[in-house]
Each structure stands twice: as structure tokens, then as C-alpha cells.
């Protein structure tokens, strides 16, 4: 019998065509290096460059050590990671991604955390490379999930995370359709610790994540993790709904007291728009964590896959 796999990387593609070649040549050696069984998983998540050929020149290069999943459209980064989780057979699971900003010579600094007992190893970016906006950006966003949820993590845009087998077979139990894995994963661990990686600059391409899916998926995070979105809202409803009261009441008394009047009409259209935004927001909120209840409980497949190339060994 073959000894067990000790290592499965698990690495989302999504239009990397530039960055492939570059990330063979550095990725490869450094797991040969290591001298332990490993495996490479990649999930082609429906690019519409070559970079699908690519993977599949590679893995008739090394099919001993390199599987290829390729989804039929694009699902996301979140599907693309969970589609190889369910085929890992490592016994520990690197997460990283396909542009080269993490680079993979940093991968045994996180294997000699889970070889000393860590069932969750998670990066943080040194010095990094990222625009001065995504980096204050991403400050800001650590900041609000510390306040609001139980996840401590420094750096949760860091895609370089090592995981033991069962903290990855937790996470594809629970069957979560829009959600974090990293802070999904850190809620099942028992031993988490983080190190300190380096961070390089894109080496080709432009990053597949715009304003607009950040937003979306740090919003996923909090509404995943915590209800205090909707009990800061009802907190904030009521204080509204005290001062309307009030006002409705000192309005009362004016007319009673001091007669009609017509000079506030505008401050009341103001209050009313005001409180209707208000009210817009609440309800969009609900709707968030309405929808994502309606996504697991209609159970519909979260993705298919048009073909896998793999060895069996």
C-alpha cells in the first residue's frame, strides 16, 4: 500500500492564464521539497481564458501529484474551495490562491504549526502589496467583525490557511451556501494560531474581486456569524420610534395650545423620508438572513461539474 497523502493544496482558478506557468514553477518544487505524499487540487471555476488548458497540460505532466476539477460557469471562490474539500484525502489542507500574492515558499512555515498540534493555521499579510484603498479597507472590515462577532482573526483577506482533515470535513458538513470558510472554520477549531506570511505583488492580471464583491462577501461574514446587525437595528428603531413618539406629542401640544401651523411641513417630510429609509434598510436586512435561510433549505445543487481529472492511486 502507497503511504497516505499528508498534504492536499487546494488552489480556485478563476482566469489565471497568466499566472499558472509562474505558479507551476514555484509551487511544484516547493512541495517536492518537502518530502512527504501530496496532492494538488485545483477547481477551474468556469475561466474563460486557457486556463483550463493549462491545468490539463499540467496534470498530463504530473498526474501522480496534481487532480483538476472544472466547473461548467462560475461559482465563486467559496464553491470552488468547497468542491475540492469534499475530495481532499490529505491529512492536512492548504488553501492558496492562483496569483501569486501569497507566495507558495511560505507554505512549510504553516506546516510546522499543524505539525505541532494546530488544527488551524491562519495567514496574516506582511507588508502588503494591495492599493492603499483595499488595504484601509480591509483594516476597517477586521475591525467591525472583531466588534460584532467571535472570530479572531488578523487578516481574513488572506487566502493561505492550513487546516486539519477534520476542521475541513466540519466545514463540508454544516453545507453552508454563502459563507466565510475561514471563519467557518475557525468556529469548529480547537488549537487556532496565526503566522505572519509575505505578500507579493500581482504577478499578472488584475485581481477578480471588484469593490462590489468585497462588500458582498463582508457582508456574507457578518450576517453569517452574528445576529448583531438586526439587533442593532432594533435598538436603533426604537430609539427612532421614541423620538417620533416625542415629537408627535410636542406637535400635539402645539396645535391644541398655539393654533395651526405651517412653517414645519418641511421638517415633517424631512422626519417622514428619514424614517422611511430607515425602515428600507430594516427591511433589506431581514431579507438578507431571510434569503440565506431560503438558500439552504431548498436544498437545490450547488454546483456541477463538467468534468475531473485525476490519477488513482
Do not use: W
Request: aromatic share 12%; with cysteine; glycine share 8%.
Amino acid at each position: 500500500m502507497p503511504d497516505p497523502i499528508e498534504i492536499s493544496v487546494v488552489i480556485p482558478v478563476f482566469n489565471e492564464e497568466l499566472n499558472l506557468p509562474r505558479l507551476f514553477e514555484r509551487l511544484y518544487p516547493v512541495l517536492d521539497g518537502l518530502g512527504r505524499r501530496y496532492e494538488i487540487i485545483f477547481t477551474n471555476d468556469g475561466s474563460h481564458d486557457r486556463s483550463f488548458e493549462l491545468l490539463r497540460e499540467r496534470h498530463a505532466a504530473r498526474p501522480d501529484v496534481t487532480r483538476v476539477i472544472n466547473f461548467n460557469a462560475n461559482y465563486g471562490q467559496h464553491m470552488a474551495v468547497v468542491a475540492a474539500f469534499e475530495r481532499v484525502r490529505g491529512r492536512v489542507i492548504v488553501t492558496l490562491d492562483a496569483d501569486l500574492q501569497n507566495p507558495p515558499e511560505e507554505i512549510p512555515k504553516l506546516l510546522a504549526l499543524t505539525d505541532a498540534g494546530h488544527d488551524y493555521v491562519g495567514g496574516f499579510r506582511l507588508n502588503r502589496k494591495d492599493s492603499a484603498f483595499r488595504t484601509l479597507a480591509s483594516k476597517c472590515i477586521n475591525v467591525v467583525r472583531s466588534r460584532i462577532t467571535s472570530i479572531e482573526m488578523t487578516d481574513q483577506g488572506c487566502m493561505l490557511r492550513a487546516y486539519s482533515r477534520p476542521i475541513v470535513e466540519a466545514v463540508v458538513q454544516s453545507g453552508a451556501i454563502n459563507t466565510f470558510i475561514p471563519a467557518l472554520a475557525y468556529s469548529f477549531a480547537g488549537n487556532p494560531v496565526e503566522v505572519g506570511v509575505k505578500h507579493e505583488e500581482r504577478h499578472a492580471g488584475v485581481s477578480n474581486y471588484s469593490v462590489y464583491r468585497l462588500i458582498r462577501l463582508n457582508f456574507d461574514l457578518i450576517t453569517g456569524f452574528s445576529l448583531a446587525p438586526l439587533q442593532f437595528f432594533t435598538m436603533f428603531a426604537l430609539f427612532c420610534s421614541a423620538g417620533s413618539l416625542a415629537l408627535v406629542l410636542y406637535l400635539a401640544y402645539r396645535r391644541i395650545f398655539m393654533g395651526a401651523e405651517a412653517e414645519g411641513t418641511f421638517t415633517l417630510f424631512g422626519i417622514l423620508f428619514f424614517l422611511l429609509s430607515v425602515a428600507m434598510v430594516g427591511i433589506g436586512l431581514i431579507g438578507e438572513y431571510v434569503g440565506r435561510t431560503y438558500q439552504v433549505v431548498r436544498s437545490r445543487q450547488r454546483y456541477f461539474i463538467k468534468e475531473v481529472l485525476e490519477t488513482r492511486t
